[in-house]
T-cell receptor, first 113, second 112 residues
């Protein structure tokens, strides 16, 4: 069974630009969560989508948004990029039913210059 | 909301020794506590988890203990090997529909 796939693996953007990251979950998984990982803050929860609906949202500004498609694939968008947005963005999928474990992808490394 | 503190932030042990990582949580209603291992260039991978109705769980060389009264849980790795070198994260969860809250990680180095 294929794991969680995130594309692209690396991105370099300039301040003020916007970026879209993609996540393909494990087949059959309906929940996709996004986390931001930075050296100082660890893993910070961004949002979770389940069956195309946002089920949970973390404490990030409105510049961070996401969506989920009918095939459970998810995208995350960051508009008006800031230097502080440089981080590893991790996507995780699960069945979304009860206490199902999260399966993480290998992340997208975003660098904002 | 839930807050998870993890200690130490870095840990070096000799190969064959044991390693212990400790976490505390703030919300007494949390009832699920997974541990993740993140190797260089990869995403975190679940290695073991424990639910609040269990005090200890073992899987080969790794074990997790939970003290609900004190609101802390620990990861124990015995007979450490160089391939155990990684960053380890603890997490806590209130319910199946709330997001996991992670500790800030422990970088474990096993010295051969």
């Amino acid at each position: 069974k294929a794991g969680v796939t995130q594309t692209p693996r690396y991105l370099i953007k300039t301040r003020g630009q916007q970026v879209t990251l993609s996540c393909s979950p494990i087949s059959g998984h309906r929940s996709v969560s996004w986390y931001q990982q930075t050296p100082g803050q660890g893993l910070q929860f961004l949002f979770e989508y389940f069956s195309e609906t946002q089920r949970n949202k973390g404490n990030f500004p409105g510049r961070f948004s996401g969506r989920q498609f009918s095939n459970s694939r998810s995208e995350m968008n960051v508009s008006t990029l800031e230097l502080g947005d440089s981080a590893l963005y991790l996507c995780a999928s699960s069945s979304g039913q009860g206490r199902s474990p999260l399966h993480f992808g290998n992340g997208t490394r975003l660098t904002v210059t | 909301g839930e807050n998870v503190e993890q200690h130490p932030s870095t840990l070096s042990v000799q190969e064959g020794d044991s390693a212990v990582i400790k976490c505390t949580y703030s919300d007494s209603a949390s009832n699920y506590f997974p541990w993740y291992k993140q190797e260089l260039g990869k995403g975190p991978q679940l290695i073991i988890d424990i639910r609040s109705n269990v005090g200890e769980k073992k899987d080969q060389r790794i074990a997790v203990t939970l003290n609900k009264t004190a609101k802390h849980f620990s990861l124990h790795i015995t007979e450490t090997q160089p391939e155990d070198s990684a960053v380890y994260f603890c997490a806590a969860d209130l319910s199946g529909n709330t997001p996991l809250v992670f500790g800030k990680g422990t970088r474990l180095s096993v010295i051969a």
